[in-house]
């Protein structure tokens, strides 16, 4: 990998950065980057993480890989002032939403696009990442992509079909979860821990929980069961939660999510 790209400084970019800096075998100074208003940051992130300032969309010319981490209504502007310097290169798409189809007309079909949905936990390089692959992808531009997205986290490869739900599912997951922890949370404050001891336990009960899962190779259904004796304490309080309906919120849950998702989409793909 010789060069990369990266277009936007914000959170997302950061992530990637992070996670490529940790690669021993890559030079930092050969990832380039780019934002519109605040040149402090790319100081910021130049000191840092190493990365060179980009001192304009020229920059990109010569790269193999261009990351895409702009908002999704600022993806259409960022891409015709990328395109003069389009020749080939791979773009990774982090921008929600934003269908292939739609960056590959806009980029006049001169790079080859990948669309990623990334979550929260990219940031301590724990994400869950979905992926699309656009057509005019190639196998190896497919591994270079990964290889480097998997220095942020685990990645999915995906028909890009699914990528509302992958929204829904584990781009919105870290919220959903959340829900559920800050209601554990408060009933346990309620039944008397300090709140400090709550958060404690809190955490490595969730930490362990999927350790758990991912070590012993178990569904939840399977874990949920193995923890569950008969009319003891978790069946206690595993029937009110069925009782009330938690599973049926969930799914519904994550069906509004995604249709939200593609709304959103549409939204802003539509011609302004
Ligand atoms: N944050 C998340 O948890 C998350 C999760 C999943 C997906 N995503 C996706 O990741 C993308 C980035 O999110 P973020 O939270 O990192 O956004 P952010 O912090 O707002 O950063 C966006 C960056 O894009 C730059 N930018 C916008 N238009 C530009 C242009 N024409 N040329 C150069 N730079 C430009 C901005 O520069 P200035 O600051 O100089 O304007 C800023 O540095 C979004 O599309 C989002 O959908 C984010």
Redesign the pocket.
Known sequence: MDKIFV?????????FIKGVSQDPDFAVDHIYV?????PE?LVELQRVYGVTPASS?EEARGANVIV?????Y??R??LR??LPYLDGQIII??????PISFMEEITERRAHVIR?????P??VLEGAIAMAVGESVDAKSVDVAKRLLEKLGIVVELAEELMDAA?AFS?SG?GFVSYFLEAMEDAAVGLGFSAEMARQLLIQTVVGTAKVLEEWGLSPAELKARVTSPNGTTHAGLTVLADRGMGEAIAHALVEAKRRSKEMGEQFTKES
């Open positions: 277009l936007g400084a914000g959170a997302m970019a950061e992530s780019i934002n519109r208003h605040r940051r969309m895409l981490t702009v908002k999704p600022d993806v502007a960022a002032e990328l798409s982090f921008a929600a939403g934003i990623t949905m990334p979550n929260v990219v940031a929204t781009g870290p």
